[in-house]
């Protein structure tokens, strides 16, 4: 069978109505896409599309809602836990999928000045609770990992130590739930 052909299947006695791009299925069901059995329970309603179109998957059908969109430039603020950086710059991109948002971000601390203890950067949305995303140091190899709060990320060397030397460049990424 093509991939653009399917059929729909009920137990119980129940039969399905395909009307306007959907298949209504009401009570306990099973809908057969692909030689594959899925039983609901209650109302379902399951949209159907052209083959070829690029679609959102709703969750509630096991998608995430997401139809392939780009990630979002964005640029992090820096500063330091004590003192301030004379030259620091960054960059960073993040994607939502519902409230789970995936971030990347890339620092260089070009002059130190007086900053020291920790180094911090803000996110593209604000946080719902606590996070750790995973980074290095590039120029260094040392790793680091930056800690989500509600105010930011604040990161520390693997030894918790500060992270920063003039001319050093990190990589942080990783995911958080935005609120």
Same mark, same amino acid.
């Given at each position: 069978? =093509?991939?653009? *052909?399917?059929?729909?299947?009920? $137990?119980?006695?129940? +039969? =399905?109505?395909?009307?306007?791009? +959907?298949?209504?299925?009401?009570?306990?069901?099973?809908?057969?896409? *692909?030689?594959?059995?899925?039983?609901?329970?209650?109302?379902?309603?399951?949209?159907?599309?052209?083959?070829?179109?690029?679609?959102?998957?709703?969750?509630?059908?096991? !998608?995430?809602?997401?139809? %392939?969109?780009?990630?979002?430039?964005?640029? =992090? &603020?820096?500063?330091?836990?004590?003192?301030?950086?004379? &030259?620091?710059?960054? /960059?960073?991109?993040?994607?939502? $999928?519902?409230?789970?948002?995936?971030?990347?971000?890339?620092?260089? &601390?070009?002059?130190? !000045?007086?900053?020291?203890?920790?180094?911090?950067?803000?996110? =593209?949305?604000?946080?719902?609770?606590? /996070?750790?995303?995973?980074? $290095?140091?590039?120029? &260094?190899?040392?790793?680091?990992?930056?800690?989500? %709060?509600?105010?930011?990320?604040?990161?520390?060397?693997? *030894?918790?130590?500060?992270?920063?030397?003039?001319?050093?460049?990190?990589?942080?990424?990783?995911?958080?739930?935005?609120?």
């Amino acid at each position: 069978m =093509p991939k653009s *052909d399917f059929s729909v299947s009920c $137990i119980s006695g129940y +039969t =399905p109505s395909a009307s306007r791009g +959907t298949i209504s299925i009401s009570n306990t069901a099973a809908l057969v896409l *692909d030689d594959q059995t899925n039983f609901f329970q209650d109302a379902l309603e399951v949209p159907v599309y052209p083959a070829g179109q690029t679609v959102k998957l709703p969750v509630a059908f096991g !998608g995430t809602g997401d139809n %392939g969109s780009a990630w979002t430039a964005y640029t =992090p &603020t820096v500063t330091a836990g004590s003192g301030a950086f004379t &030259t620091v710059s960054a /960059a960073g991109r993040y994607k939502t $999928i519902g409230k789970t948002v995936h971030v990347e971000v890339t620092i260089t &601390t070009t002059t130190i !000045g007086t900053a020291a203890t920790s180094m911090l950067f803000t996110l =593209p949305l604000a946080s719902q609770s606590g /996070a750790v995303l995973s980074g $290095i140091n590039a120029s &260094t190899g040392a790793t680091v990992s930056g800690l989500v %709060g509600a105010s930011g990320v604040v990161v520390f060397r693997y *030894d918790g130590a500060f992270p920063a030397a003039a001319g050093n460049q990190f990589t942080l990424s990783g995911v958080y739930e935005s609120q």
